[in-house]
Antibody, heavy 118, light 106 residues
Framework: EVQLVESGGGLVQPGGSLRLSCAAS????????MNWVRQAPGKGLEWVSY????????YYADSVKGRFTISRDNAKNSLYLQMNSLRAEDTAVYYC???????????WGRGTLVTVSS | DIQMTQSPSSLSASVGDRVTITCRAS??????LNWYQQKPGKAPKLLIY???SLQSGVPSRFSGSGSGTDFTLTISSLQPEDFATYYC????????FGPGTKVDIK
């Protein structure tokens, strides 16, 4: 089955860190660009970060630049998001999404909830 | 950054109605516009890509049109499973989503 499964969410204090993972299966992960998209409770969708298929090209939203790091391990069919210096406004469901050119998201995981609170 | 707006922000409609949602970009994005459907507690689902191309498996009652700055998503005959929130997304530059349009039951 073609799917993406996120993990690693949870409750963290402001200023803390968390690492999200996204496990891909059922398709050739190494051939696809990938993204993280988040959704704060009751709010709309916000694109967070992009990584090319090889990992050589990376982009971030201004809201997370300098705090979040996207990476991938094609041998493990996995995508990651290292989140540091977390703020209350980072509270959201984080989705990983497969990118089909030109940058539409045709496969989404079910999401993992990150709550930043003291 | 390219700003995306949608109208209306919400609408009430009945089963069988024709529904139209508009998305506008702050600058021309050619046909780099995609539409998603999201139901409560679920991940978004791609409906339309490149402004007018129907994603595989999506019912033909969904259609998209437009280019440049103005785009439209049309549901030709609303079905019970179509009550959801719809988002447009531009892929001309770093991706950005519209604020969403919630379609609920009249």
């Amino acid at each position: 089955e073609v799917q993406l499964v996120e993990s690693g969410g949870g409750l963290v204090q402001p200023g803390g860190s968390l690492r999200l993972s996204c496990a891909a299966s059922g398709f050739t992960f190494s051939s696809y660009e990938m993204n993280w998209v988040r959704q704060a409770p009751g709010k709309g969708l916000e694109w967070v970060s992009y990584i090319s298929s090889s990992g050589s090209t990376i982009y971030y939203a201004d809201s997370v630049k300098g705090r979040f790091t996207i990476s991938r391990d094609n041998a493990k069919n996995s995508l990651y998001l290292q989140m540091n210096s977390l703020r209350a406004e980072d509270t959201a469901v984080y989705y990983c999404a497969r990118d089909s050119p030109p940058r539409y998201f045709d496969l989404w995981g079910r999401g993992t909830l990150v709550t930043v609170s003291s | 950054d390219i700003q995306m707006t949608q109208s209306p922000s919400s609408l009430s409609a009945s089963v069988g109605d024709r529904v139209t949602i508009t998305c506008r970009a702050s600058q021309s994005i050619s046909s780099y516009l995609n539409w998603y459907q999201q139901k409560p507690g679920k991940a978004p689902k791609l409906l339309i890509y490149a402004a007018s191309s129907l994603q595989s498996g999506v019912p033909s009652r969904f259609s998209g049109s437009g280019s440049g700055t103005d785009f439209t998503l049309t549901i030709s005959s609303l079905q019970p499973e179509d009550f959801a929130t719809y988002y447009c997304q531009q892929s001309y530059s770093t991706p950005g989503f519209g604020p969403g349009t919630k379609v609920d039951i009249k």
